[in-house]
């Protein structure tokens, strides 16, 4: 058991290296593949062991920016909650790997050494555990996913296909070949001549790779001119917006420096301007200085602004909002943001919580929005463009991105606040995700923060003007729009159902199987001692 144990903390840890900041993306294949062998052979109850040690190893380091300003517990509670996804997907890998029934399949699906079905069952589990737990409890947290270890590698260019499901599908499927391979050579290496197709999981993965290395995506389209702030704050923490004020002119600073620079001919002119989520934490609709402040920016700088606000509404609740200013106009449109984070932006049962950490009274009491955002920016040359505005963590689930899209968004502008977790990875890791999402979507991302890692996106995933933490910038580009949807749009969540449909099919088999190898393996003898 000594043995299996540190094959499952070393999975978990190498699935920890492939995230953001370590971004050491074939870790994630050596990590799936070190679970599954950690877990093969086993009963379900020290699967589910192994499974939550392996879990507890990723997510511990992962997410420890959860803790950054308010201490151990909710850091703690949150990885070890999204361990246990992991210790229940381990408990049923144990199953599938162990099945009987597999040994009937045809010889080419179940040779002497171990059923090639096992690698797609592990993939199909992988697929399954990141469905609930991007769901559910209060809405699913999708961090951490394996599909956003793609970043910036080959397989990323495979998100247009089946989206984030079918990235995760691909590496799970890489990291369980991985396992068979390894597990071949353990038990020991075949004659010369059969040391191909005993290693055949090794040279489809190779071709994987490859494909997904030559596979399109494509950046054509008429450009967009754009100009995103990073304003930064003055204080890194939870009292950032203690200084409101003082976020909001930073900025203002900011964005007239950039006027400046138009005029004098060192800056293209942008068709628009985008500013980060919490920009204006004083409510410009209800604070009259604030809001004359951003509507003499807007006209200055004579071109449509978003801007991240809260607004004190619906009384006594908050709106986490994105507002759009026209010049001469001032606000025309707005989004709320469709997802506020539990546990931060509101605190489901907080008397209840409350007696663990004094901290859930700093968690906020914001409403939630329920129609997708989707503004109508006018502009000079390319008439009207549609821009979807997308609030902080609502870039990691599937249908609060997907949405817009097919609404006919051809830009996204994903407006974030990271100053709450300091000098930490998360802020990566959130670049990471809109990354994927660009390819997957086929659309050019602004992704801009307060205090950064911000960065403008091309439909490719490549990253122009990328800033550092805690400095303010101007981000300028031309951004190209598309309008045409990829594969992953067009059949949404379906792949993901068939994935979770199919691992559960395995799971009842696996579990059949089981159980009537074990009633035929009963002796005589036995069956007297029952009877």
């Not at 689930?397 to 407006?415: E, F």
């Amino acid at each position: 058991m000594i043995v299996r144990l540190t094959l499952a903390v070393a999975g978990g840890l190498c699935l920890w290296l492939s995230f953001p900041g370590p971004a050491i993306w074939p870790a994630a294949i050596l990590g799936v593949a070190l679970l599954a062998l950690a877990t093969k052979g086993v009963r379900a109850r020290a699967g589910f062991l192994l499974g939550l040690v392996g879990g507890f190893a990723c997510f511990g380091p992962t997410l420890h920016w959860a803790g950054t300003y308010v201490g151990a517990v909710p850091w703690l509670a949150l990885a070890i909650t999204e361990s246990v996804y992991i210790a229940l997907m381990a408990a049923a890998c144990s199953l599938v790997q162990s099945a009987r029934r597999w040994e009937r399949l045809p010889q080419w699906l179940s040779p002497a050494d171990g059923p090639h079905v096992r690698p797609l069952a592990v993939a199909l589990l992988w697929v399954l555990q990141e469905a609930v737990r991007d769901s559910m409890p209060f809405g699913g947290f999708p961090w951490a996913r394996l599909a956003w270890t793609t970043a910036g590698s080959p397989l990323a260019h495979l998100a247009s296909i089946f989206g984030a499901p079918g990235l995760t599908f691909v590496v799970a499927l890489l990291g369980g070949w991985l396992a068979l391979a390894i597990d071949r050579v353990r038990r020991g290496m075949p004659p010369a001549r059969a040391i191909l197709p005993r290693l055949w999981p090794v040279v489809a993965g190779l071709a994987v790779l490859g494909i997904a290395a030559a596979y399109p995506t494509p950046t054509s389209g008429k450009k967009l001119q754009v100009l995103a702030i990073q304003g930064n704050v003055p204080t890194a923490g939870l009292d950032f917006n203690a200084q409101r004020r003082a976020v909001l002119d930073h900025h203002v600073k900011e964005t007239d420096k950039a006027a400046a620079a138009i005029k004098a001919g060192t800056m293209p002119e942008p068709a628009l301007v985008i500013w980060p989520e919490n920009s204006s934490d004083i409510d410009p609709t209800r604070n009259a200085d604030a809001g004359t402040e951003i509507v003499r920016t807007v006209d200055r700088i004579g071109v449509p602004l978003i801007v991240g606000a809260v607004l004190q509404e619906p009384a006594p609740q908050t709106s986490n909002t994105s507002l759009l200013y026209l010049p001469d106009k001032g606000i025309v449109a707005r989004y709320v943001k469709q997802h506020p984070v539990p546990f931060a932006e509101y605190m489901p049962y907080r008397s209840f919580f409350r007696h663990f950490t004094k901290t859930v009274d700093l968690a906020g009491n914001f409403a939630a929005g329920h129609k997708t955002g989707l503004f109508r920016i006018p502009t000079k040359s390319d008439g009207v463009v549609q821009v979807a505005p997308i609030i902080c963590f609502e870039v990691a689930y599937d249908s609060l991105t997907r949405n817009p899209v097919k609404d006919g968004a051809q830009l996204l502008a994903v407006q974030t606040n990271n100053a709450t977790f300091g000098y930490t990875a998360e802020s990566e890791q959130q670049l990471a995700i809109s990354r994927v999402r660009a390819i997957e979507l086929g659309r050019s991302i602004v992704h801009i923060s307060t205090v950064g890692v911000s960065g403008l996106i091309t439909p490719d995933g490549v990253v122009h003007d990328k800033t550092s933490l805690f400095t303010p910038a101007a981000l300028s580009a031309a951004l190209p729009l598309r309008t045409g949807e990829t594969l992953a749009v067009r059949v949404g969540p379906v792949p993901e159902w068939l994935g979770c449909a199919a691992a559960l099919l395995l799971c009842a088999a696996a579990v059949g199987g089981n159980r009537s190898s074990r009633r035929r393996s009963v002796s005589p003898e036995e069956v007297r001692e029952l009877v």
